[in-house]
């Protein structure tokens, strides 16, 4: 599926993108970027969420300022996560004015259609990548339908009226977008920037359409594509249209990095975006973060609440194992299927084809629940303790089938217990953290796993294993790890 377009393989700071590496998560703070304390509570966050890249805008010199600030603090707790810098209209000024600023980044994007006017276009672009070069850093030439181009706009409706078969303004609209990305990758190699430190993106908010600039983007070049709906919206319709166009695009083999642009309900946690997009890419089958539940919707042949209960026991004990698993070295328990199914119609066949599974009687069957595993039947449950039963036969399972070995995927961070550098107050960073607590123990309840990190915020206790870093967290220390769990960086400072 995905291998299929060969783009150039972009490096940035601690991550690769492009060219085979995995499709890359990233995500987009919402603090004000010069209040550091709270963009880097949110950026751990996120993080921990499983993001591998953190974009924040840089609007004004505060800004600009507080991103050397910004990395030397996620330094501090052992996290290297690439930073992304969001520019427009005055980026040229940020980056030469601000030194520090500028190579503390590790990618800049910039919007072709928000460097200044017709004028000066060409030399605010030419100073910005100009910057780039000097600091060795990758750009992301990132179009928007919300701040096309206008002058390129213009310039393509007339030769589109002057032409024999118009193409009307919406089909000239979109292919002024990708004209914009291209024309633009092209001037930025005329000013000395590598092809394998670009990236290009052209976001709108409808799915047809970012599917369609995609896969021109994609049958024109070879740069490495950041693909998503700019502007999804929010909730269930946010979350729809993101997976509808990032799963037609990276089934076609189009994207290596994506962010799903969703607008969070008040009070809901940043990193939901995040979240779905781990979501997407596990159910296309492109990468694997966690074991999952298949699970019947359940129908009148269902007799009681039993399997619902027990799908749900399932899911939690996932949840809460999963952290020793991956400490323990079980490689590849991130892709374990579980069924549980409600009764003979499609259970054992389900059963058999997940990792391993149990069929519970519908109405009017035999009370005995056979579970499978790798295909062959295993034994029959029956009896009042099936669930304890069942979930004993599972840890089993994952001990028997997934022996330790050196480990080839990093665990994802654990961010508990890390120090944070001399002289930072960490009140709003802990409070971000604590949110995110709440909010993962209000999730886990409706069984959405999420990811190893969050489970170890709310639940591990005991000593560590330092382990390798991943996402940008790297080996992280933690002298002072409360007893009863928890992320308590104050305490310590
Ligand atoms: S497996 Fe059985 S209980 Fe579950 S939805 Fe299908 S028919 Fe209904």
Redesign the pocket.
Do not use: A, D, L
């Given at each position: 599926m995905h291998s299929s377009r060969k783009t150039h393989r972009v490096r940035v700071g601690t991550v690769e993108m492009g060219g085979g590496s995995p499709v890359r998560i990233q995500s987009m703070t919402n603090t004000p970027t010069s209040d550091v304390e709270r963009t880097v509570a949110q950026i751990l966050e996120l993080v921990s969420a499983g993001s591998e890249l953190v974009r924040f805008t840089v609007k004004d010199e505060e800004d600009a300022r507080a991103v050397p600030e910004i990395a030397r603090v996620l330094a501090g707790y052992g996290c290297s996560v690439p930073l992304v810098g969001d520019f427009h209209y005055n980026g040229h000024r940020l980056l030469t004015r601000h030194e520090d600023c500028a190579r503390a980044l590790d990618k800049y994007r910039i919007n072709p259609g928000n460097v200044g006017t017709a004028e000066q276009h060409d030399a605010n672009f030419r100073t910005m990548i100009e910057a780039a070069v000097e600091h060795g850093k990758v750009v992301r030439i990132g179009v928007n339908g919300g701040s096309l181009d206008q002058g390129l706009l213009a310039d393509l409706i007339q030769a589109d009226l002057e032409a024999g078969q118009p193409r009307g303004t919406r089909g000239v609209f979109l292919d002024a977008m990708v004209e914009s990305a291209l024309r633009s990758a092209r001037q930025a190699q005329e000013y000395g920037l590598p092809e394998d430190r670009i990236v290009l993106s052209a976001k709108v908010s409808e799915v047809q359409e970012v599917v369609e600039v995609n896969r021109a983007l994609a049958a024109r070049s070879r740069y490495a594509l950041h693909v998503g709906l700019t502007e999804a919206g929010m909730g269930l319709k946010g979350t729809v249209g993101s997976a509808l166009a990032l799963g037609i695009l990276l089934s076609e083999g189009v994207g290596d990095t994506i962010r799903v642009s969703l607008t969070p309900a008040p009070g809901e946690s940043r990193s939901r975006e995040v979240e779905v997009a781990r979501e997407i890419l596990q159910g296309l089958g492109l990468r694997s973060f966690y074991p999952r539940v298949t699970a019947?919707?359940?129908?009148?042949?269902?007799s009681s609440s039993l399997?619902q209960e027990l799908a749900q026991d399932v899911q939690r004990y996932l949840q809460r194992r999963m952290p020793d698993w991956q400490e323990a070295g079980l490689v590849g328990v991130e892709s374990l299927k579980v069924a549980v199914?409600?009764?003979?119609?499609?259970?054992p066949g389900?059963a058999r084809g997940a990792n391993i599974g149990i069929s519970l009687p519908?109405s009017g069957e035999i009370p005995a629940a056979p579970v499978y595993a790798d295909g062959k039947r295993l034994e029959t449950l029956k009896g009042d303790d099936l669930a304890p039963r069942f979930l004993q036969i599972l840890e089993d399972y994952v001990r028997h089938r997934y022996a330790p070995r050196p480990a080839t995927t990093p665990p994802v961070p654990d961010l508990k217990g890390l120090n944070p550098p001399p002289g930072v107050r960490t009140e709003a960073i802990e409070a971000g953290l604590d949110a995110r607590k709440a909010c993962i123990e209000e999730r886990s309840v409706v069984g959405n796993y999420v990811s190893t990190a969050e489970v170890r915020l709310t639940t591990q206790t005991g000593p560590s294993h330092p382990h390798p870093g991943v996402g940008g967290v790297s080996t992280p220390r933690r002298p002072n790890a409360t007893p009863g769990g928890g992320f308590r960086t104050g305490a310590r400072s």
């Open positions: 019947c919707p359940g129908c009148g042949r269902t399997f199914m409600g009764c003979v119609v499609n259970g389900e519908g």
